[in-house]
């Protein structure tokens, strides 16, 4: 009986389940009416007396071993169930599912790309700013009713700490460090403390482009800007520039492409213009210039700025800004890419 039950012990010992089914079939076989170790229990009845002792202990070592082993076991199986441990090593990893690119970063890059193939470099800033790379180096005075236009937040009461409004802090952080010539775009999220609608939000994306050399000229920049417009919304696109207003440029304008939905007859999308603005340009005022430490009388430059949901919206023909926001799996799925 001794060996029999030592026997038993080994299997048990030894025992690993494949399966839930197959770890249930163990216990039947081991502790079921009939089990081994049931019918050993039986058995034990007939034991000699001065046996008793010895072989109860050992048929107890048994059981417990057993119902540890059951126990274990049947842990491994509900942790790989709810994915909580997975113990077994030797079970397939699961694949990582592969994300998609955010439109906004798609367009972005886009806008990026087309403009670092003119020898353009990128150029990055902070977006929390002080109220000089903002506002007073780009030539809007103090009260001037051009700081409205970009309804700002401000930074505990402090208004010279502020959320930039406009990527063009950029520019001048990058004209205070670098002498002409300067050919740099500046991608990044601005703040505007705006109604939160399809058409506006109080954050998004701007690339803004600064290009300052001997000579440049009005017609340096429609030039650029027109290659831009080809490249990013199809090469029959048109563009028409038309007089603006902004501190840091003089002229100043701003651009329209020619509606692509409708080639320029009028739809709802253009608002039966034939016509949808771009963005916003002009020449660097000269009091820019110095304020940056250039010298306006040598250097002359244009510069230009994008809204990105605005470009993606047109792009994709996006009714509604907000779904860029919202992170619903199902839009931003539809927008696979390799860059
Ligand atoms: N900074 C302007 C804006 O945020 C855009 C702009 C940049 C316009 C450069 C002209 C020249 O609206």
């Not at 109220?131 to 208004?159: C, G, K």
């Not at 701007?206 to 001997?214: A, C, F, H, R, T």
């Not at 207003?245 to 253009?270: H, L, Q, R, W, Y």
């Not at 210039?289 to 994008?306: N, P, R, V």
Request: proline share 4%; glycine share 6%.
């Amino acid at each position: 009986m001794r060996e029999k039950i030592e026997q038993l012990m080994k299997k048990i010992e030894e025992f690993n389940a494949g399966t839930p089914q197959h770890l249930e079939e163990f216990r039947i076989r081991i502790l079921g009416k009939k089990g081994e170790l049931t019918e050993m229990f039986d058995e034990f009845k007939n034991v000699a007396a001065e046996q008793k002792r010895e072989i109860g202990k050992l048929l107890n070592e048994v059981k417990i071993t057993v119902q540890e082993k059951l126990k274990s076991q049947k842990e491994l199986f509900d942790n790989v169930e709810t994915g909580k441990n997975i113990a077994d090593k030797t079970l397939p990893a699961n694949a990582d599912s592969l994300g998609s690119r955010h439109p906004i970063s798609l367009a972005k890059n886009e806008i990026l790309e087309i403009f670092t193939r003119l020898g353009f470099t990128v150029a990055d800033g902070p977006e929390i700013e002080d109220d000089w790379h903002v506002f007073s180096a780009l030539n809007f005075p103090p009260n001037h009713p051009a700081r409205d236009m970009q309804d700002t937040f401000f930074i505990e009461q402090n208004p010279d700490i502020l959320l930039r409004t406009h990527t063009s802090s950029i520019q001048v952080r990058t004209m205070e460090k670098q002498k002409p010539p300067i050919r740099v775009v500046c991608p990044g999220r601005v703040f505007r403390n705006e109604a939160i609608s399809a058409r506006a939000h109080c954050i998004f994306h701007q690339v803004e482009g600064l290009y300052i050399d001997k000579n440049v000229s009005f017609a340096d920049m429609k030039q650029t800007l027109l290659y831009f417009a080809r490249e990013m919304f199809g090469e029959n696109t048109e563009i028409r520039l038309r007089p603006s207003f902004f501190p840091f440029t003089e002229p100043s304008a701003e651009m329209d492409v020619s509606c692509k939905i409708c080639g320029g007859k009028g739809c709802n999308i253009c608002k039966y213009t034939g016509w949808l603005e771009v963005l916003g340009c002009g020449i660097v005022d000269p009091n820019v210039l110095e304020s940056c430490g250039i010298d306006s009388k040598e250097y002359t430059g244009f510069a230009f700025g994008m809204g990105v949901e605005r470009l993606a919206m047109l792009k994709w023909q996006v009714k509604d800004l907000r779904l860029y926001f919202e992170n619903d799996v199902r839009f931003l799925e539809q927008f696979q890419s390799a860059i």
